[in-house]
């Protein structure tokens, strides 16, 4: 499978396309911002993954953000970022997410990234997405390549 720097560099030169064709992220802040975010997106598929540090990334980073908004006294966005969470490890613990399975289908990433849209809006929610989508369109290139290349070498596919 790709890297994860792989899917990182996919993501960026797509990601800089969108911004030259016309997506707007002026702030210093923002950009900064939304970089971050095309780089954890760019790895989102592989939370799927049992070893994946993605997920523990994720998850720590949604509680400490969780914890911010519990503070602020909106239970209402805790909710949107603890169950998603919750979902994950459930399915996970019971071992129902198997690798490339849900979680590599593209439009799995735009509910995945439904927590970027709610919380920064749509500019940077279809940054997200798109490297989500990078990722997985990444990852199905080159396993049809790799089933290619396997069918040519067991001699099938010959007439
Ligand atoms: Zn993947």
Redesign the pocket.
């Known amino acids: 499978?790709?890297g994860a720097k792989t899917?990182m560099i996919i993501a960026a030169l797509l990601c800089a396309g969108l911004y030259l064709v016309g997506l707007p992220v002026t702030e210093p802040k923002q950009i900064l911002i939304t970089v971050f975010i095309i780089i954890i997106y760019s790895q989102i598929?592989?939370m799927?993954?049992q070893s994946s540090k993605i997920t523990r990334f994720i998850t720590a980073a949604g509680i400490i953000t969780a914890l911010y908004y519990l503070y602020k006294g909106d239970t209402f966005t805790v909710w949107v970022l603890l169950l998603p969470l919750a979902i994950i490890w459930g399915l996970r613990f019971l071992k129902l997410i198997k690798?490339?399975g849900l979680?590599?289908h593209a439009i799995v990433q735009g509910i995945l990234a439904f927590p970027v849209y709610y919380l920064l809006g749509l500019t940077p929610f279809v940054y997200a997405t798109t490297a989500a989508i990078s990722?997985?369109a990444?990852?199905h290139i080159q396993t049809t390549m790799k089933k290619k290349k396997d069918k040519k070498k067991n001699g099938k596919g010959k007439f």
Do not use: C, G, L, Y
């Open positions: 499978m790709p899917h598929p592989d799927d993954h690798h490339r979680f590599h990722h997985v990444a990852d």
